[in-house]
T-cell receptor, first 114, second 115 residues
Framework: ETGVTQSPTHLIKTRGQQVTLRCSSQSGHNTVSWYQQALGQGPQFIFQYYREEENGRGNFPPRFSGLQFPNYSSELNVNALELDDSALYLC?????????????FGEGSRLTVL | AQSVTQLGSHVSVSEGALVLLRCNYSSSVPPYLFWYVQYPNQGLQLLLKYTTGATLVKGINGFEAEFKKSETSFHLTKPSAHMSDAAEYFCAVSDPRLNGNKLVFGAGTILRVKS
């Protein structure tokens, strides 16, 4: 059984650029959630994808968007990057969309915006 | 809206001593409650969760937590700290009526274990 894998692990962008982060869910999991963890803070929910549709969104602007593919893997896209977007982006997979919160997290993608 | 407050951003204990990490939550409905642990350069791992039923919940690595509705608390304890427990711990809450996977996390508590 493979766990949640994310790529890239680290990346540096400049303000105004766009970034795509990728996530492969744990085997058998059909739901993917994305979280942003700024330095010194707890993770914040960005959105969740289930059956290739967005299924719940946190308080993030539309320039944060995502995709889920038929194999349940997912992408997080951020347009027009701002300095405050610098953070660790965590992907988590789970067995169902309305589950009991047992999420399996990847190690994250650390984004630095200069 | 739900929220979580973790008292103490840093907690230091000696090896073998009791570990107590405090968590208070705010929720208008009976919540689901969680503790996750994050080791350096790793993702979060679920320690334990409370959904319904018994209010004392046992998790991995000897940790347990008790849901106290009257105090809106879900403190994490371990009788005897081990060096390998050094990590950052996050308390989280979710609303089971909406999306149990949408977790609201506290700011975290870094646990240091002294030899």
């Amino acid at each position: 059984e493979t766990g949640v894998t994310q790529s890239p692990t680290h990346l540096i962008k400049t303000r105004g650029q766009q970034v795509t982060l990728r996530c492969s869910s744990q085997s058998g999991h059909n739901t993917v959630s994305w979280y942003q963890q700024a330095l010194g803070q707890g993770p914040q929910f960005i959105f969740q994808y289930y059956r290739e549709e967005e299924n719940g969104r946190g308080n993030f602007p539309p320039r944060f968007s995502g995709l889920q593919f038929p194999n349940y893997s997912s992408e997080l896209n951020v347009n027009a990057l701002e300095l405050d977007d610098s953070a660790l982006y965590l992907c988590a997979s789970s067995l169902s969309s309305g589950g009991s919160g047992e999420l399996f997290f990847g190690e994250g993608s650390r984004l630095t915006v200069l | 809206a739900q929220s979580v407050t973790q008292l103490g951003s840093h907690v230091s204990v000696s090896e073998g001593a009791l570990v107590l990490l405090r968590c208070n939550y705010s929720s208008s409905v009976p919540p689901y409650l969680f503790w996750y642990v994050q080791y350096p350069n790793q993702g979060l791992q679920l320690l334990l969760k409370y959904t319904t039923g018994a209010t004392l919940v046992k998790g991995i690595n000897g940790f347990e937590a008790e849901f106290k509705k009257s105090e809106t608390s879900f403190h994490l304890t371990k009788p005897s700290a081990h060096m390998s427990d050094a990590a950052e711990y996050f308390c989280a809450v979710s609303d089971p009526r909406l999306n149990g996977n949408k977790l609201v996390f506290g700011a975290g508590t870094i646990l240091r274990v002294k030899s």
